[in-house]
Every structure is written in C-alpha cells, then in structure tokens.
C-alpha cells in the first residue's frame, strides 16, 4: 500500500538515494535539493513515498509565498519503481491533503513538457495546462 511519510534521519539517505531514469534527468530537481529547499522554505512539506515499507519516491508541496496558493513542487518516483502506479497513488494521497483546506480550490504544477509520461499522469487527473510558462516549466492548473 503506497503511504506519504515524514523526511526523518531514519530514512534521510534512502530518500537521497532514489533516482529517475537517466533519460528523465533534468526534468525533476533532486531529492537531495529538494530537501535543503524545504530546510530554508519551511513553507514545503517534503514526504517519502513508500509502498509498505519499501521507500519508492518523494513529493514536496506548499502553499506557495508569492501567490498563496497550493503548488506540487516535486514528483519522483525511482527509476526501479516506475509504472507501477505509486505516481499516480502518490499524486492522490497528496492531492487528497491539499482539498482538505477549504479555503483554496485550485493547485498548480510546473512540468517539463518533455516528460511524456508526467504530462498524461498530470491530464488524466485533471490538470491543465494555463497557459503560464517560467523557463522549461508550463504550468498545469487543477480546480476543484
């Protein structure tokens, strides 16, 4: 069963050692990054994703400072782990954290559009593309 679990000093370095595909390099921040990132925005919440006990990715979401609204930095899942359907599993357990704030309605993603398989996995859950595009990243709307 795929579970969103706390960045501790337990499994620190079994986050650290996850990687994409040497094909999808470039299209997503490492883990390592991403974790200094939440260190000094506190504002991110970075989580492992685990299938049972087995650490298969990370994500990392916010409510971004700039807009105030709810922003998935990051989506990885390790290269061993891919297309197994944790992605997707992930991306529902933390979209499922994100709607339980009332007070928003919307969350945004930045993707590359080269990564074929990220832009299905973000449609077929309802984002969008908005139009928005910040350097390689096009932004992907969710309303709800």
């Not at 620190?12 to 000094?40: M, R």
Request: charged share 25%; net charge negative.
């Amino acid at each position: 069963m795929i579970q969103l679990k706390e960045i501790t000093a337990e499994n620190f370095w079994d986050i650290i050692d996850l990687e994409v595909s040497e094909d999808q390099n470039g299209l997503v921040t490492s883990n390592a990054v991403s974790i200094a990132q939440a260190k000094v925005q506190p504002e991110c919440r970075p989580l492992a994703v685990y299938n049972d006990d087995i650490p298969v990715g990370f994500v990392m979401y916010c409510i971004d400072r700039d807009d105030g609204e709810y922003w998935i930095y990051r989506l990885m899942i390790d290269k061993r782990y891919q297309s197994k359907g944790y992605g997707r599993a992930a991306m529902n357990l933390m979209l499922d954290e994100i709607k339980k704030d009332t007070g928003r309605h919307r969350v945004f993603l930045g993707v590359d559009p080269l990564g074929i398989a990220s832009v299905k996995l973000y449609e077929s859950l309802g984002f969008s593309y908005n139009g928005q595009i910040f350097g390689k990243e096009h932004i992907m709307v969710l309303e709800y």
